[in-house]
């Protein structure tokens, strides 16, 4: 069975600082990649996603991700972060081609103070 | 608007007290599921269904039930709820179950007093 590891449980940013938050996974086959991002109060919603081909990645807000696969690593990037990107970001693995199981990480609680 | 749509959002009630909280999507999604979020663990899965009459336990089914009678609902069932069952639930659907792309409902907080 798939796990995934987030080293960084809290994070606390100054407005345009940059951000790295550190996703592994563990899986034997093929996985697509997930960062999901979950707003204070409000539901999961996917930030962006790698199924294959090129291994850095481009979501919505400014946000990009780089798959390497030798280091079963998924960290999730973005260069000048803003007081709206307070929120917990997960990262999420499912093996390739018909998983029944997205799994989740324990996720890391960004703050953005001003 | 595509959603999915979870009742109640919010849910105090006492031990032993059956309960469900439904969860319906408009996408025709085949694939449903449904999770626990707590401090510390993330999300962990409690069940999900390929299709209709189709489900399966997760992580962590224990003292949990669902059923899948159309495609559209997948309501979960707490037969006895224990205080151990207060947490936040959030029921997902997605086209593909293959893909991982999960479209999430806003939340059920649930407290079992």
């Known amino acids: 069975a798939q796990s995934v590891s987030q080293h960084n449980h809290h994070v606390i940013l100054s407005e345009a600082a940059s951000l790295e938050l550190g996703c592994n996974y563990s899986?034997?086959?093929?996985?697509?990649l997930f960062w999901y991002v979950q707003y204070p109060g409000q539901h999961l919603q996917l930030l962006l996603k790698?199924?294959?081909?090129?291994?850095l990645v481009k979501g919505i807000k400014g946000f990009e991700a780089e798959f390497i696969k030798s280091k079963f690593s998924f960290n999730l990037r973005k260069p000048s972060v803003q007081w709206s990107d307070t929120a917990e970001y997960f990262c999420?693995?499912?093996?390739?081609?018909?998983?029944?199981?997205?799994?989740f990480g324990t996720g890391t609680q960004l703050k953005v103070e001003l | 608007e595509a959603q999915v749509t979870q009742n109640p959002r919010y849910l105090i009630t006492v031990t032993g007290k059956k309960l469900t909280v439904t969860c319906s999507q408009n996408?025709?999604?085949?694939?449903m599921s449904w999770y626990r979020q707590d401090p510390g663990l993330g999300l962990r899965q409690i069940y999900y269904?390929?299709?209709?009459?189709?489900?399966d336990k997760g992580d962590v089914p224990e003292g949990y039930k669902v059923s899948r009678k159309e495609k559209r609902n997948f309501p979960l069932i707490l037969e006895s709820p224990s205080p151990n069952q207060t947490s936040l639930y959030f029921c997902?659907?997605?086209?593909?179950?293959?893909?991982?792309?999960?479209?999430f409902g806003e939340g059920s907080r649930l407290t079992v007093l």
């Open positions: 269904s390929m299709n209709v009459e189709v489900t």
């Open positions: 899986y034997g086959g093929t996985v697509n």
């Open positions: 996408m025709n999604h085949e694939y």
């Open positions: 997902a659907s997605s086209q593909d179950r293959g893909t991982g792309e999960l479209f």
């Open positions: 999420a693995v499912i093996p390739t081609g018909g998983g029944n199981k997205l799994t």
């Open positions: 790698y199924f294959s081909g090129d291994p």
